[in-house]
């Protein structure tokens, strides 16, 4: 088993920055593929970013290319995202989610998911 926990949410402004952390527990010496994903209100959970447990390979959602930076530490069990540039329609609960096996975008193929952190963009 593999615990998640998301922290770094909060409220800004258009334009601004968070920088969110999604911090592993538990089975940890695995080694996870990890993906955050995003859900607004009345609205499916959506892909955002995903990337290999090594960082080799990095998936991103055109619609955050170029303003959300994902990376990890495995020394420290951690993920994390930089959202810079932020838009109203970037306000969602944020999730990340751990795969050990198969992974991407579908989010049907993580196994372990945190409880998410509200990211809310006013203008």
């Known amino acids: 088993q593999v615990q998640l926990l998301e922290s770094g949410g909060g409220s800004v402004q258009v334009g601004g920055s968070l920088r969110l952390s999604c911090a592993a527990s538990g089975r940890t010496s695995l080694n996870y593929n990890m993906g955050w994903f995003r859900q607004a209100p009345e609205k499916e959970r959506e892909f955002v970013v995903a990337i290999s447990w090594d960082g080799a390979i990095i998936y991103y959602a055109d619609s955050v290319k170029g303003r959300l930076t994902i990376s990890r530490d495995n020394a420290k069990n951690t993920v994390y995202l930089q959202m810079n540039s932020l838009k109203p329609e970037d306000t969602a609960v944020y999730y990340c989610?751990?795969?050990?096996?198969?992974?991407?975008?579908?989010?049907?193929?993580?196994?372990?998911w945190g409880q998410g952190t509200q990211v809310t963009v006013s203008s």
């Open positions: 989610a751990a795969s050990h096996g198969r992974w991407g975008q579908d989010p049907l193929k993580y196994e372990y």
